[in-house]
């Protein structure tokens, strides 16, 4: 059997750069039984308690301080760490059509 090969078509997302609680309206504080407030995250070196979830469908994301919240054309967030940012996502540039032309 031969597998039918697709690719993912370009799309334009925001993203916003978060560090603490209040930065981006979708991330709420993280809490979890597991994770005493205080204990460091070995992934990211930041105190659970700086950390922040974005609630969704799928369960959600745990947001680290320094993760891009990626909005998506449909409205949905995700949190993606610094490293695959920088290789997944370019910066565009949009140009916003001159008002004072008619």
């Known amino acids: 059997m031969t597998a039918t090969m697709y690719r993912?078509?370009?799309?334009e997302v925001s993203a916003e750069?978060?560090?603490r609680h209040g930065d981006h309206p979708a991330v709420q504080p993280f809490h979890g039984p597991h994770w005493p407030a205080e204990?460091?995250?070995?992934?990211?070196?930041y105190v659970w308690s700086a950390?922040?979830?974005?609630?969704?469908?799928d369960g959600g994301d745990r947001v680290c301080p320094g993760d891009r919240v990626v909005t998506d054309r449909r409205g949905r967030c995700s949190a993606v760490r610094p490293a695959e940012f920088v290789s997944d996502f370019d910066p565009?540039?949009?140009?916003?059509?001159?008002e004072q032309e008619n």
């Open 39 to 45: 204990d460091k995250h070995t992934a990211c070196g």
């Open 8 to 11: 993912r078509l370009p799309a």
């Open 17 to 19: 750069r978060w560090w």
């Open 51 to 57: 950390h922040g979830w974005i609630e969704r469908d």
């Open 92 to 98: 565009i540039t949009i140009t916003q059509p001159n």
